[in-house]
């Protein structure tokens, strides 16, 4: 198709795009839907940058919505693909790789004795909620509004992540006795769990949680969240389940169970332990998990369940995440980027959650703690902030419901400049309309 210089190439590449799948892109979320426009197409990534079809670079603060973390094509992950490439990239049979990435997981999370891989983090929570309703013999899961965990059916009740962005909490094609059996309550709100719970006596199956909520935006537990979930499930014979499909491996090496104490019953995993391929997993006591088949009554397979190309790149990535100071140099690189933030936001209208490397910009008054209070922002403004950035060479995501990731590869002087151009781009608000 030969280029028409008034279109972009990512323009062109759209239109036909959207001949191809619906809304012209493979996942919502991308769809900037959200901000207006049209996508973005990638040709390549290096470290923290992107370069799109017309080869302008942009700083990449969406990272794979956090699958990176190393940034893209980390050499060392490159290096383990291309080998393991020409040995072995699929076979449906056990093999080395998944031993070594397995044990890499069993070591990091106390929680997880056994587990399973499987390719994609909604897989992951699927499955687990197979295994917490067989364990228990119950069948309603309680969720978090805003909480996001893939598009499985039960799960997309007040959703958030891309349901949120397009203002779709539940989705059609969703039988009501599905999701029937789905209660949703405000993430933070311990009242609202130990009420529901009471309200179906005997009845939960399991809580799943992001114990970090990265799907409404950033939102932090508040303290004793965590653990009062941890003491209301097992008092009401509910699993808790945590969803670290983001958190795993970002926050800490152990994730945010390490991070806060509070041990789940099952874990969910994505993204970091696939280093950029399709890897989900779900892990917990061994006992739990030896009511999956083969060993038991729950069913669950996969064709490319732990493929070895995935295995090798997951475990390429953990080995430096491993090492001594990681998270650390995160953390301290992040925190001198939120501080040529923060004292430039005004509180009436903007609110920076962050966590460690984790972040989101809200358009909105503060504190903001649940769903309901990110639903306040100014989804217009960010909108506009976002396609200044980006036109100023600064890729974040194009939802406000969603979460920045700085990794090992932002540079420092790279992350003050964004900074500077992030709070320049903050518009003053127009005299008269103060609040
Ligand atoms: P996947 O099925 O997309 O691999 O994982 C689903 C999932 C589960 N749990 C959490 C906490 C998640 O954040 C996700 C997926 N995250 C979104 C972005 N917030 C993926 C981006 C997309 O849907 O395209």
Avoid: C
């Avoid at 690189?333 to 984790?358: M, S, V, Y």
């Amino acid at each position: 198709m030969p280029h028409n210089p008034s279109f972009s190439r990512s323009q062109e590449a759209f239109q036909h795009a959207l001949e191809l799948f619906p809304g012209g892109v493979n996942s919502p979320v991308r769809s900037f839907a959200a901000v207006s426009g049209s996508p973005l197409f990638f040709s390549r990534g290096k470290g923290a940058y992107l370069e799109d079809l017309d080869g302008r670079r942009y700083l990449d603060f969406v990272q794979s919505w956090g699958a990176h973390i190393l940034g893209h094509s980390p050499p060392g992950v490159v290096r383990a693909l291309r080998r393991q490439a020409q040995r072995l990239t699929s076979v449906g049979a056990p093999t080395l790789e998944e031993n070594r990435l397995g044990t890499a997981i069993r070591d990091a999370f106390p929680s997880i004795e056994r587990l399973r891989f499987v390719s994609s983090g909604t897989e992951a929570v699927m499955s687990a909620l197979r295994l917490a309703r067989a364990a228990t013999n119950r069948s309603m899961i309680l969720k978090f509004d805003g909480g996001y965990h893939g598009h499985a059916d039960s799960l997309l009740v007040s959703a958030g992540s891309g349901l949120a962005t397009l203002n779709q909490p539940a989705s059609a094609g969703v039988p009501e006795a599905v999701t029937g059996a789905t209660v949703s309550v405000p993430y933070n709100d311990l009242e609202a769990v130990r009420s529901a719970l009471a309200a179906h006596p005997g009845k939960f199956a399991a809580i799943i949680v992001e114990p970090v909520a990265a799907n409404m935006g950033l939102v932090l537990p508040q303290p004793r969240f965590l653990e009062g979930l941890r003491s209301l499930s097992r008092e009401h014979g509910a699993l808790l389940i945590f969803d670290e499909v983001i958190t795993g491996f970002r926050l800490t090496y152990g994730g945010a169970s390490q991070l806060f104490g509070v041990e789940p019953d099952l874990t969910i995993l994505g993204k970091i332990i696939g280093g950029g391929l399709p890897v989900g997993a779900y892990g917990g006591k061994k006992e739990l998990l030896s009511q999956v088949a083969p060993l038991g009554p729950v069913y669950q397979a996969g064709t490319l369940s732990g493929n070895p190309l995935a295995m090798a790149s997951g475990y390429a990535v953990l080995k430096e995440l491993a090492k001594p100071g990681f998270y650390e140099m995160i953390t301290d690189k992040a925190e001198r980027f939120f501080d040529l933030l923060l004292p430039h936001l005004d509180p009436a209208r903007h609110t920076l959650n962050r966590l460690r490397g984790l972040f989101t910009l809200f358009f909105a008054p503060g504190p903001i703690q649940n769903f309901a209070d990110a639903q306040k922002s100014d989804t217009q403004a960010y909108a506009r902030w976002f396609h200044g950035l980006l036109e100023s060479g600064i890729s974040i995501a194009p939802a406000q419901f969603e979460a920045g990731f700085i990794g090992a590869k932002h540079p420092v002087r790279a992350l003050r400049l964004a900074a500077e151009t992030m709070v320049r781009l903050l518009e003053t608000p127009s005299p008269g309309t103060e609040k």
